[in-house]
């Protein structure tokens, strides 16, 4: 499940309106649902770790901002060889009724391929104020390309 924070506090700074992921998937030993930050906010942060003092430093840094954006297509991706694999779709969404399924391989958005290094940012147009995003994918050894419509889940 995916909501927004009203506001997540971290070393002195505030994100609000944060966008986190729930998910008990993962940390069922942890009893009720975990939400994983991670990469979202910590992306905002130089860190430095001191193992013998067992202490974190951290700085923002150059690509720091407080705001979040909501993914809006219904498709959890992560970096692989060939683009973006899907992960998972979700229910009821647009990306599920174009047929997109976990294991697809997504290797470009609005014509941006996803390659090393840019993955973040072709995936960031997924959480895009626009109406549609032109989506290609690999199913099955077959490619598909169709308009993915992007609403808001939140």
Same mark, same amino acid.
């Given at each position: 499940?995916?909501?927004?924070?009203?506001?997540?506090? !971290?070393?002195?700074?505030?994100?609000?309106?944060?966008? %986190?992921?729930? *998910?008990? %998937? *993962?940390?069922?030993?942890?009893?009720?649902g975990v939400g !994983?930050?991670?990469?979202?906010?910590?992306?905002?942060?130089?860190?430095?770790?001191?193992?013998?003092?067992? %202490? $974190?430093?951290?700085?923002?840094?150059?690509?720091?901002?407080?705001?979040?954006?909501?993914?809006?297509?219904?498709?959890? $991706?992560?970096?692989?060889?060939l683009g973006a694999?899907?992960?998972?779709?979700?229910?009821?969404?647009?990306?599920?009724?174009?047929?997109?399924?976990?294991?697809?391989?997504?290797? *470009?958005?609005?014509?941006? *391929?996803?390659?090393?290094?840019?993955?973040?940012?072709? #995936?960031?147009?997924?959480?895009?104020?626009?109406? %549609?995003? #032109?989506?290609?994918?690999?199913?099955?050894?077959?490619?598909?390309?169709?308009?993915?419509?992007?609403?808001?889940?939140?």
């Amino acid at each position: 499940m995916t909501a927004r924070l009203p506001v997540f506090s !971290l070393g002195g700074f505030e994100f609000p309106g944060l966008v %986190t992921h729930f *998910d008990r %998937t *993962d940390f069922k030993d942890l009893g009720r649902g975990v939400g !994983l930050i991670g990469n979202g906010v910590l992306r905002n942060f130089d860190l430095m770790f001191d193992y013998r003092a067992c %202490t $974190l430093a951290m700085r923002p840094n150059a690509h720091f901002a407080a705001s979040s954006s909501a993914d809006r297509s219904g498709i959890d $991706l992560q970096p692989h060889r060939l683009g973006a694999i899907v992960r998972s779709v979700a229910p009821g969404s647009a990306a599920g009724g174009l047929g997109l399924q976990a294991g697809d391989v997504v290797t *470009d958005i609005e014509g941006q *391929d996803f390659q090393q290094g840019n993955f973040d940012g072709v #995936k960031e147009l997924l959480s895009s104020q626009r109406r %549609t995003l #032109k989506l290609c994918w690999r199913s099955h050894g077959a490619r598909s390309c169709e308009p993915l419509p992007l609403v808001d889940r939140l």
